[in-house]
C-alpha cells in the first residue's frame, strides 16, 4: 500500500513539473533585463492634496491666527518637506493651515505653504 501511495505521489509530481512552461525556467539575459521597463503589480491611489500658496507674492501675516479656538503665531522657520509629508487641517484668515501628516490634535505645530516645498511654522500661543 505505501509503495503504491509512493508511486503515486512521484507521478503527480513528474507530471506537475512536466506541465511547466519552459520560458519561465529560463534567465533573461542581463542586457534585455537593463532595459525592459518595470511592470506595476498593483496600482497605489493616495488622497494627496496639492497645497496652494494662497498668498503669492504676500507675506505671512505678523498677528496671530485663530483655528479651533486656539491661537497661532507665524515664526521665521521654514522647512522643506514634500506634499506626502503634510495633511491640511483648515484655513484661518484665508490662510490655508497643514499639519504633518502623522501628528495628531492637539498639534504642536500648523505649517502653511510659502513656495512650493517650503512651509512656514506657525506655534500655539499660550
Keep these: 500500500m ?3 501511495f509512493r508511486a503515486g505521489t512521484c507521478i ?3 507530471l506537475a513539473l512536466a506541465a511547466c512552461e519552459q520560458s519561465k525556467t529560463e534567465l533573461m539575459p542581463l542586457e534585455a533585463a537593463a532595459n525592459q521597463p518595470v511592470k506595476v503589480a498593483v496600482k497605489e491611489e493616495t488622497g494627496l492634496v496639492v497645497p496652494r500658496v494662497t498668498r503669492p507674492g504676500a507675506e505671512i501675516p505678523t498677528e496671530p491666527v485663530e483655528l479651533a479656538g486656539r491661537r497661532w503665531q507665524a515664526t521665521p522657520t521654514e522647512y522643506s518637506l514634500p506634499t506626502e509629508m503634510v495633511r491640511p487641517v483648515g484655513t ?33 500661543i499660550r
Design 92 to 124: 484661518a484668515d484665508g490662510l490655508e493651515l497643514y499639519a504633518l501628516a502623522w501628528d495628531e490634535e492637539p498639534f504642536d505645530r500648523l505649517l502653511t505653504p510659502v513656495r512650493p516645498g517650503s512651509w512656514r511654522e506657525l506655534l500655539e
Design 2 to 4: 505505501r509503495l503504491l
Design 12 to 14: 503527480a509530481a513528474a
